[in-house]
């Protein structure tokens, strides 16, 4: 499975930014896609993830309120629609897809299998 992150860039303080991560191949039923991120001299954090079945979501408390998870499963793709940014916001942000995630695994960045190639965020004050 290939994943294509999209839609990083530059923004304001207060503003938004759309990142979308389209698979290469069909999700399935157990299949859960999820959304990680890496700040400069940090460990990569959980943010969002989505089961592709059911659309269960799930949020770190960072960005709870804020951003928020979706999927369209005709078009193989999540979304991460982030508003009310802040410079703390800054990472470079993966999509990752997993097989089977049980919900004491979702936060886990060891329970995805496959990974994205990144797409920088950056957040000014």
């Known amino acids: 499975v290939q994943l294509q992150a999209s839609g990083g860039g530059l923004a304001q303080a207060g503003g938004s930014l759309r990142l979308s991560c389209a698979a290469s191949?069909?999700?399935?039923?157990?299949?859960?896609m999820g959304w990680f991120r890496q700040a400069p001299g940090q460990e990569r954090d959980f943010v969002a993830a989505?089961?592709?079945?059911?659309?269960?979501?799930y949020y770190a408390d960072s960005v709870k309120g804020r951003f928020s998870i979706s999927r369209d499963n005709a078009k193989n793709t999540v979304y991460l629609q982030m508003n009310s940014l802040g410079p703390e916001d800054t990472a470079v942000y993966y999509c990752?897809?997993?097989?089977?995630?049980?919900?004491?695994?979702?936060?886990?960045?060891?329970?995805?299998?496959?990974w994205g190639q990144g797409t920088l965020v950056t957040v000014s004050s």
């Open positions: 990752a897809w997993g097989d089977g995630v049980i919900t004491s695994n979702i936060y886990n960045d060891r329970a995805y299998k496959y």
């Open positions: 191949r069909r999700t399935f039923n157990r299949n859960v």
């Open positions: 989505i089961r592709m079945d059911s659309g269960h979501t």
